[in-house]
Nanobody, 116 residues
């Protein structure tokens, strides 16, 4: 059972990053996949999610700037982040969630730092 996130780093405000999360097939297939972030001193917050059918949902703070997608042949979910802002600085976590349940399987985080 694995979720492996990558792609974080340091970027200037206005820049872009793409996060990837490779999953085991058992976790990926049929599940909602998503990203959350945890900013310093704050609770973890949902950023974006995508169903197995491709329906997406975004936090209002990232709508229009971030795009979530999934490649069902590679068992991978992506988060394209554009127009990054310093307030996007956080540890980003990917997750897999069986539809209709509140349970989430979490991967390790990847640090995103946006400098002003």
């Amino acid at each position: 059972v694995q979720l492996q996130a990558s792609g974080g780093g340091l970027v200037q405000a206005g820049g872009s990053l793409r996060l990837s999360c490779a999953s085991s097939r058992s976790l990926f297939s049929g599940n909602v996949m998503g990203w959350s972030y945890q900013r310093p001193g704050k609770q973890r917050e949902l950023v974006a999610s995508i169903t197995s059918g491709g329906s997406t949902n975004y936090a209002s703070s990232v709508k229009g700037r971030f795009t979530i997608s999934r490649d069902n042949t590679k068992n991978t979910v992506y988060l394209q982040m554009n127009s990054l802002r310093p307030e996007d600085t956080a540890v980003y976590y990917c997750y897999a969630a069986p539809p209709g349940t509140p349970y989430k399987y979490w991967g390790q985080g990847t640090q995103v730092t946006v400098s002003s």
